[in-house]
């Protein structure tokens, strides 16, 4: 106990962890305020440090006025001390504080000699608050100090402390592994800017409102995730005799790091995907979802997220087109090395035949192509083999899980070729075939629109639209075109909407991307009667455009039409 209190000591005299709201039973004080009970669903109690105190009245204040919301704690305390001396009394004293959601907002103050204790303190008050019948735990990351965004006073004061503050949310990253009700509130990201403390890591009034945003946020979208490993049917509206549809998969507010799997719903789930997405992530990624005989599919999702889905068109049934599998084509991690930057791997069609289940030599394949593990920024660039290109059909960030839609017709001898710019693992997933009667026509991309050179290195403003023009590009029995969107440079976070441009611009997105990101994604898209396609831009961001191919009047497109979207229920 020695250490414990050498270093509540410190924390206060160092960090100015504020005075203790404690009676003096040594006991949390009774509410301050007195609210009539709400339902579960709306009911929050918080218990903090001093930095989550410096928004006690800020969070209420960030929920609407029917929703009970309760903040408690005391400064320098130690998780196990919350749990103690404030979640276990308000449970004897004030059970109807206790709802679905509880927020923890400690760690502060982190028994750094004993690492263990830290973990096991995170294990117990999540069980305490699992058995009384919690729902939700929340638990606000730790602000990791950058020198740039404070004082030089703030930055030798926070010098004993700094340094642990990224090992606890490590701790923190490894427990959403033990308890599928935790959910991680990153103020470790939303915190990394200027003007939001008055020391380094305490709460003024601008950081206090961004503080209780995220707390409300994060509470808002839980509550309409799907669970982990469950799969929701869905249903593409008119899609009488289609065999398959153009979706777009959108997963916002994922607990942690996961993937789609998409699948007729009278088939087992795949255990290929479609979709990948790391915590916290909004991203958007098209597929070609197989559908039975009553228009439907389904997607089983890997871990918890709020999941939205856009329909962009439909293949008839008997018309040049076959949905295949998933099966998979090849992964270099089982294949025993990654993908090196400039090096080729090359794929054959017949070494993927049996399994898939089809005859015959397809005119070009549909296939999704997953970067992982990738050690730097780069692309994957997708052909017949012998043909060189210089476009890009994924891009990847480094480690992260990046895939996309690919069609790529195979060369005269069946193959086709990926080559990689940096070293990554690449995984191959085979989705359907063409052949002649599809009308499938895929050449080397051709690119129909980049703001870096068509605007003298311009982005394209927040709200606006590019008109691109897609008529002389098609042949005359195009039923649509398949285009290749990229988004480089965001300068916030947003999205690209694509649409015949005499349509009303849909509530949908076909690409998400971050501040500063380069992200891609395919799409099956058909330009108006005038040939005219439209791409919307939700936030300022250079707008990359190739054609990749087009397709015939096998696919019947329409404007995209939202038929999920879990944050609405």
């Given at each position: 106990m020695r250490a414990t209190r050498v270093l509540a000591t410190i924390a206060v005299a160092a960090l100015g962890l504020?005075?203790?709201?404690?009676?003096?039973?040594?006991?949390?004080?009774?509410p301050e305020r007195i609210i009539q009970a709400a339902p579960r669903s709306q009911r929050v109690a918080v218990f903090a440090d001093s930095v989550g105190l410096g928004a006690r009245s800020a969070i209420p204040a960030a929920f609407p006025a029917d929703w009970e919301?309760?903040?408690?704690?005391?400064?320098?305390?130690?998780?196990?001390?919350?749990?103690?001396?404030?979640?276990?009394?308000?449970?004897?004293?004030?059970?109807?504080?206790?709802?679905?959601?509880?927020?923890?907002?400690?760690?502060?103050?982190?028994?750094?000699?004993?690492?263990?204790?830290?973990?096991?303190?995170?294990?117990?008050?999540?069980?305490?608050?699992?058995?009384?019948?919690?729902?939700?735990?929340?638990?606000?990351t730790l602000r990791e100090i950058d020198p740039q965004y404070i004082s030089g006073a703030a930055w030798r004061q926070v010098q004993p402390y700094y340094w642990y503050f990224p090992t606890v949310n490590d701790h923190l990253e490894r427990a959403l592994d033990r308890h599928a009700n935790l959910t991680l509130i990153d103020w470790a990201a939303a915190a990394n800017r200027p003007g939001i403390t008055y020391d380094a890591i305490h709460l003024n009034t601008t950081g206090a409102a961004l503080y209780s945003s995220l707390i409300k946020s994060a509470v808002d979208s839980t509550a309409?995730?799907?669970?982990?490993?469950?799969?929701?049917?869905?249903?593409?509206?008119?899609?009488?005799?289609?065999?398959?549809?153009?979706?777009?998969?959108?997963?916002?507010?994922?607990?942690?790091?996961?993937?789609?799997?998409?699948?007729?719903?009278?088939?087992?789930?795949?255990?290929?995907?479609?979709?990948n997405y790391s915590r916290g992530q909004v991203v958007a990624h098209t597929a070609l979802a197989p559908l039975d005989a009553n228009g439907e599919f389904c997607v089983t999702?890997?871990?918890?997220?709020?999941?939205?889905?856009?329909?962009?068109?439909?293949?008839?049934?008997?018309?040049?087109?076959?949905?295949?599998?998933?099966?998979?084509?090849?992964d270099t991690r089982t294949a025993g090395a990654p993908l090196g930057g400039g090096e080729t791997l090359r794929l054959d069609i017949d070494d993927v035949r049996s399994s898939a289940g089809f005859t015959g030599d397809p005119d070009a394949v549909a296939i999704n192509v997953t970067s992982v593990a990738g050690t730097d920024f780069g692309h994957i660039t997708v052909t017949p083999c012998g043909v060189d290109a210089d476009h890009s059909n994924v891009n990847f960030v480094g480690a992260a899980a990046t895939p996309n839609l690919v069609v790529v017709a195979p060369d005269a001898d069946g193959e086709i070729c990926l080559r990689s710019t940096t070293t990554t693992h690449v995984v191959v997933d085979l989705?359907?075939?063409?052949?002649?009667?599809?009308?499938?026509?895929?050449?080397?991309?051709?690119?129909?629109?980049?703001?870096?050179?068509?605007?003298?290195?311009?982005?394209?403003?927040?709200?606006?639209?590019?008109?691109?023009?897609?008529?002389?590009?098609?042949?005359?029995?195009?039923?649509?075109?398949?285009?290749?969107?990229?988004?480089?440079?965001?300068?916030?976070?947003?999205?690209?909407?694509?649409?015949?441009?005499?349509?009303?611009?849909?509530?949908?997105?076909?690409?998400?991307?971050?501040?500063?990101?380069?992200?891609?994604?395919?799409?099956?898209?058909?330009?108006?009667?005038?040939?005219?396609?439209?791409?919307?831009?939700?936030?300022?961001?250079?707008?990359?455009?190739?054609?990749?191919?087009?397709?015939?009047?096998?696919?019947?497109?329409?404007?995209?039409?939202?038929?999920?979207?879990?944050?609405?229920?």
């Open positions: 504020g005075v203790s709201t404690a009676g003096a039973s040594g006991q949390a004080s009774e919301v309760n903040v408690d704690g005391q400064p320098a305390r130690f998780v196990e001390q919350l749990e103690n001396d404030f979640v276990k009394y308000r449970l004897a004293v004030s059970p109807q504080w206790f709802g679905d959601h509880v927020v923890i907002a400690g760690g502060y103050n982190y028994p750094y000699w004993d690492p263990e204790r830290f973990d096991r303190s995170i294990d117990s008050i999540i069980g305490t608050l699992t058995a009384a019948g919690v729902k939700h735990v929340y638990w606000v309409t995730t799907v669970a982990d490993g469950s799969t929701t049917r869905i249903r593409v509206p008119d899609a009488d005799g289609a065999v398959a549809a153009t979706v777009n998969l959108t997963t916002t507010h994922p607990r942690r790091s996961g993937h789609l799997g998409v699948h007729r719903c009278d088939e087992p789930a795949p255990t290929t995907s479609v979709h999702t890997l871990t918890q997220t709020n999941l939205v889905v856009d329909v962009t068109g439909t293949f008839a049934s008997d018309a040049g087109f076959s949905a295949v599998g998933p099966t998979r084509w090849h989705f359907g075939v063409f052949d002649e009667a599809s009308g499938v026509v895929v050449d080397l991309p051709r690119r129909l629109f980049d703001s870096r050179d068509d605007l003298d290195g311009a982005k394209v403003a927040a709200g606006s639209t590019v008109e691109i023009d897609l008529g002389p590009e098609l042949g005359e029995t195009a039923g649509g075109a398949i285009v290749n969107l990229t988004g480089v440079g965001a300068e916030a976070a947003g999205h690209f909407t694509a649409y015949p441009c005499t349509a009303d611009r849909p509530t949908a997105s076909n690409l998400n991307l971050g501040v500063g990101e380069v992200v891609a994604n395919a799409a099956f898209l058909t330009p108006d009667a005038d040939g005219l396609l439209c791409v919307s831009t939700h936030a300022s961001s250079h707008v990359v455009v190739d054609l990749l191919g087009e397709v015939g009047d096998v696919f019947e497109g329409r404007t995209a039409q939202r038929v999920l979207d879990t944050r609405q229920r």
